[in-house]
């Protein structure tokens, strides 16, 4: 069984590698090109513009290689069926329920090493990348409407709930454009203000955040009958949100590992705020890595599939297919998760769920009555 075990491993194995590193190369190239639009503008070289490609590597190894196992591992399967090694294997006892053990071993393997990949070598890459082009574009802008936080402060009557907005972040990672609004307990506006930067920092092991270019601006209460404002080159503002609570909100979803996603969904939930988003790809990170199980057992059944049913090129061919239409249906079904508020676990687990049972089905229909 050891000699069955390496003569599989190996053929699927190279085959994997040899289709990650065909798309990993084709997609390096694609970045390449979308990268160099900003050569020439704010020092931005070509040797940054590669470096910028080589950092989202990481990512595109993660999105990818549950298609690139598929295609190699239907590649290997029909090249033992062509040469009817597999027969010969399956003469000399192979059954099918080994040859599925065989292969979900080693889709636990290749699974392990997309968690790997996504949970700590892909976010890391992302936040390098994203730096990089921060630095040399003035910053980093988070969308029209910018990244909402909020917190409580105070005790009883004197709480305060506070919503903070931060448009984006400038070359050196702060954080600029801050808009923090103070209401009451009834929702009444008591303070606005207006900061050009913002640093997070501590005093004592207090959280504060250190604003520069501050405008303070106070509602009438009580006898005040006017709206006062007033400016500060400098501001400590505390503050109870955690450090990796703020990194999480000014970050790109893409560079948040899965206890980032946690930890900031949470978050949300805790101060009443949509988390659906997050929740929706928390879980897809959490059960992505399972698809490499998922794609060797929908690789299994083209083994059984007699060399006259079709050709190798045609076998990679409707490999390629499968793995297009389980990207498609992935991204479908997660905004349609979000469209139609469906439960976040369900809407992520649902594809490979659902090519899990027709790999199964397949296989069995094959063995049974091919």
């Known amino acids: 069984m050891k000699t069955v075990r390496r003569l599989l491993y190996r053929d699927v194995v190279w085959s994997v590698v040899f289709v990650a590193v065909a798309f990993l190369s084709l997609f390096f190239f694609i970045d390449f090109l979308e990268e160099l639009e900003g050569v020439g503008k704010r020092g931005y070289t070509v040797w940054h513009a590669t470096l910028a490609a080589l950092f989202e590597l ?147 092991g207090r959280d504060i955040w250190r604003l520069k270019d501050v405008e303070v601006t106070e509602w009438p209460t009580g006898d005040q009958t006017q709206v006062v404002t007033r400016r500060y080159p400098s501001f400590d503002w505390p503050t109870t949100l955690e450090a990796n609570v703020v990194a999480a909100a000014i970050s790109p979803i893409r560079s948040m590992s899965t206890i980032d996603l946690w930890r900031y969904s949470r978050h949300l939930h805790l101060q009443e705020q949509t988390a659906q988003r997050y929740e929706l790809q928390f879980w897809r990170r959490a059960f992505y ?18 060399a006259r049913a079709g050709g190798i090129s045609l076998k990679v061919f409707g490999g390629i297919m499968l793995g297009i239409s389980f990207v498609l249906l992935n991204n479908v079904v997660g905004h349609l998760g979000l469209l139609r508020d469906w439960t976040p676990w369900i809407a992520s687990a649902l594809p490979s769920l659902l090519y899990l049972l027709m790999s199964l089905a397949a296989f069995t229909w094959l063995v049974r009555y091919r």
């Open 58 to 204: 990481p990512g595109r190894f993660y999105e990818l290689f549950p298609i690139a196992v598929l295609i190699g591992t239907i590649y290997a399967m029909a090249r033992l069926a062509q040469s009817s090694e597999f027969t010969i294997l399956r003469t000399g006892g192979l059954g099918p329920g080994r040859a599925l053990q065989l292969l979900l071993s080693l889709g636990v393997v290749m699974a392990a090493l997309t968690f790997v990949s996504g949970e700590y070598i892909a976010p890391m890459g992302e936040q390098q990348a994203a730096a990089l082009k921060a630095r040399f574009r003035g910053g980093q802008a988070l969308g029209r409407a910018g990244a909402w936080l909020k917190e409580r402060q105070g005790q009883g009557d004197d709480e305060r709930s506070l919503s903070i907005n931060v448009q984006g972040t400038t070359a050196d990672g702060q954080m600029r454009d801050i808009r923090i609004f103070e209401h009451d307990l009834n929702g009444v506006l008591l303070r606005r203000v207006q900061a050009a930067q913002a640093v997070s920092d501590q005093i004592d």
């Open 289 to 306: 890595p399972l698809a490499c199980i998922v794609m060797v057992a929908l690789a299994l059944p083209f083994a059984y599939l007699h």
